[in-house]
């Protein structure tokens, strides 16, 4: 067997697994399958398309997650991120990117790679045995013949086609003045869920401000994937009817509020959704509100009012596999060690994030293939978090797609609060990827 690492897919993940590992002085094979085969999104032959907005989203390193996620990046020597930077555009405080440009210089760079090998093929099934070592970060849009063999090779179950997300809200965020911990008929534990309550009133004017809120248009491919009826989007459901929702995810029984003799009229369930517990999910309430009007109406819910969301609901078609269950820490399948997944296809949302997870990759996969030892990126960083989360931290049975945020982080250093929580976990972060990069280099 060679020591060539195979990669499939071009795109956010699979690029950067690539420059990781060519820069490590293994060989690599790339195959894209476009312009042979294109994706319902994809409009160009460019490696590391950007098929959507053009928003890296925040560059704050030390406030915000995401920030933190393109610092170290940058210091990991990403090529993502250095395209980013050459091809910055003006955007607040925003990382915005002109698309164009950015995917060119990836596809140049990476074409002129002495160590890479690019191929233009669709790889329509699972990769031959002779591969000594594959990464798969074919994304949301996996073509069919590969998605099927994966769903094969994995179990029915386990490569989703995800039509709808709920909310996610931060824990901290949340009134426990008004609300209270309870399971319906006190199952399980009796206290696994956060229970929001309604009266009438409050519940008529939640179903008014859902039905007048502001869809997201759908993208004429997407009117062609139909809604599954088990999950169906909130405001889909409250246009059947005013009493479905009550009927539904608000429904009130098997639930008494502490502090009250009577049973709320409806109520809001909230389902634990890591295991540090500082992310809890909102039940049913997958939608496809446009963001600003999820803000504004899921505020209405009696305890939310000032909830902060690690992230906002949304619809759209996406292929991921259940990686907390099939994947190890270093993103190889238990069922079959040779293959590593990598990018939006493991369960991470975003373009930065799937950049991230096939750094990743591309590190784990050249160390392997050299036999030195792979390192896992320490919990502390944004890397280490969002590793963390699809290996294990996350909740196999509810796994959905996910951003990074600090609620993956561990706690921060004790009586740190507001932003100087942030802020702390974001200098512990930068000090300790250091180490784990072998550099001296410190936080600044
Ligand atoms: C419609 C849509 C809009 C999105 N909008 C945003 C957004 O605005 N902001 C954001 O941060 N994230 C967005 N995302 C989510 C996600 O960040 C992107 O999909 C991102 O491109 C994922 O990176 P990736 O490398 O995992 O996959 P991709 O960038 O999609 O790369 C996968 C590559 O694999 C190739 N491929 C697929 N199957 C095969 C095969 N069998 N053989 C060979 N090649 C194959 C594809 O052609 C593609 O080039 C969006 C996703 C979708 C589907």
Redesign the pocket.
Known sequence: MSDTLHI????????EAAWQAAEAGVPVVL????PV??????ITDG???????N???SDDWENNAVGLLHEEMRRAGSLIMRSADAHRLPAGGALAVDRVPFSETITRTLEAHPKIAIAR????GLPPEDWRSTII???????P??ADAVRTLTGEESLSFFDAIAPIVNRDTIDFETCWMQSRYDKGDGADYVNCPMNREQYEAFIAALLAGEKTDF?EW?TLTPYFEGCLPIEVMASRGPETLRFGPMKPVGLHDPRKSERPYAVVQLRQDNALGTLWNMVGFQTKLKHGEQARIFHMIPGLENATFARLGGL???TFINSPRLLDRELRLKARPSLRF????TGV???????A??LLAGRFASAELQGRPGALPPATTALGALLGHITGGADAKTFQPMNVNFGLFPEPPPKTKGKDRKRAQSHRAIADLAGWLGTKEAAE
Request: glycine share 16%.
């Open positions: 499939i897919g071009g795109g956010l993940a699979g690029s195959h894209e399958m476009r085969r294109g994706t319902e999104a994809h490696l590391a398309e950007l098929v959507c907005s928003s890296f989203r093929e669709e790889i329509a970060a074919t994304g949301p849009l996996t073509s013949p590969l993208k997407e759209h078609r996406n990598a990018g939006q296809v949302e975003g373009y930065v994030e799937s950049a997870i096939g």
